[in-house]
T-cell receptor, first 111, second 113 residues
Framework: SQKIEQNSEALNIQEGKTATLTCNYT??????LQWYRQDPGRGPVFLLL?????KEKRKERLKVTFDTTLKQSLFHITASQPADSATYLC??????????FGAGTQVVVTP | DADVTQTPRNRITKTGKRIMLECSQT?????MYWYRQDPGLGLRLIYY???????NKGEISDGYSVSRQAQAKFSLSLESAIPNQTALYFC????????????FGPGTRLTVL
């Protein structure tokens, strides 16, 4: 069955450093992958989309890579700020036009 | 006003009761989705609708039903609530293209006693 893995342990990082989150998937080949941010008690908010033919995508301080050989996406937050503290969800498509969400990784940025 | 609204925001009910969660959107999107979120499990798809006449079961549809009353409205019903349906429920919308981002509502926190 299709499976998505994100690190369940919170990532604690100092302000100004780069946070790197990993999303691994197995048993399928998504055509694209999205990343969302979720704050406690709120709905997820879309951040970035990367397609299978794109190696890297950037948006301001965010960078996403997509390695279809490794079946992995990396999400980077550069020059992290306390306001970046949240849970980040990866969501590959499931080949039928729907997203399948990972459980998310919590990021805590301390001043 | 919010583009995707959910009512109620919080609900406590008892086992066996029928519950309806409502979702409305002003984005004009064709596609609407219902997810539940449990700690450590991420978002799981309950039902989805690609247009008013197209409704499909998701990963965990047992115990739930839906109604797409109009393009802008998609309701989720729990016919006979049970405690393991206690969760945070989200409605989401997206445009016609499958790769388009999803826009989520604020969520409904449901507790079944």
């Amino acid at each position: 069955s299709q499976k998505i893995e994100q690190n369940s342990e919170a990532l604690n990082i100092q302000e100004g450093k780069t946070a790197t989150l990993t999303c691994n998937y197995t048993n399928y080949s998504p055509a694209y992958l999205q990343w969302y941010r979720q704050d406690p008690g709120r709905g997820p908010v879309f951040l970035l989309l990367i397609r299978e033919n794109e190696k890297e995508k950037r948006k301001e301080r965010l960078k996403v890579t997509f390695d279809t050989t490794l079946k992995q996406s990396l999400f980077h937050i550069t020059a992290s700020q306390p306001a970046d503290s949240a849970t980040y969800l990866c969501a590959p498509d499931d080949s039928w036009g729907k997203l399948q969400f990972g459980a998310g990784t919590q990021v805590v940025v301390t001043p | 006003d919010a583009d995707v609204t959910q009512t109620p925001r919080n609900r406590i009910t008892k086992t066996g009761k029928r519950i309806m969660l409502e979702c409305s959107q002003t984005k004009g999107h064709d596609r609407m989705y219902w997810y539940r979120q449990d700690p450590g499990l991420g978002l799981r798809l309950i039902y989805y609708s690609f247009d008013v006449k197209d409704i499909n079961k998701g990963e965990i549809s047992d115990g739930y039903s839906v109604s797409r009353q109009a393009q802008a409205k998609f309701s989720l019903s729990l016919e006979s609530a049970i405690p393991n349906q206690t969760a945070l429920y989200f409605c989401a919308t997206s445009e016609r293209l499958a790769s388009n981002e999803q826009f989520f509502g604020p969520g409904t926190r449901l507790t079944v006693l």
